[in-house]
Nanobody
Framework: QVQLAESGGGLVQAGGSLRLSCTAS????????MGWFRQAPGKEREFAAA????????YYADSVKGRFTISRDNAKNTVYLQMNSLKPEDTAVYYC???????????????????WGQGTQVTVSS
């Protein structure tokens, strides 16, 4: 089992930045693809970013491309989401997710991820 804990959320003005962290325990995540998803009030959960376990290939939703950066530090068993140029529409609960290990592709669909954190609230004021 992999336990995931997000941190770093908060209230920020439009145009500001936040860095979310997702720290894993129970297993080392070096062989897991990792993703960030978000869910705004009244909306379905949506994909934001993902990173592969080999080669650190990254994938982004069009809505965050160029503003968000996903990265990982396997030595710290942690995945990050750097969010810049934040907009009010980025307001959501952000969830970290881990896939099964050694998967040959990096999913961008939430239903393919196995382990989830509890989420961290990000609120962007206009």
């Amino acid at each position: 089992q992999v336990q995931l804990a997000e941190s770093g959320g908060g209230l920020v003005q439009a145009g500001g930045s936040l860095r979310l962290s997702c720290t894993a325990s129970g297993r080392t995540i070096g062989t897991y693809s990792m993703g960030w998803f978000r869910q705004a009030p009244g909306k379905e959960r949506e994909f934001a970013a993902a990173i592969s376990w080999v080669g650190d290939n990254t994938y982004y939703a069009d809505s965050v491309k160029g503003r968000f950066t996903i990265s990982r530090d396997n030595a710290k068993n942690t995945v990050y989401l750097q969010m810049n140029s934040l907009k009010p529409e980025d307001t959501a609960v952000y969830y970290c997710a881990a896939d099964r290990p050694f998967k040959y592709y990096t999913p961008t669909v939430g239903s393919e991820y196995v382990f989830w954190g509890q989420g961290t609230q990000v609120t962007v004021s206009s």
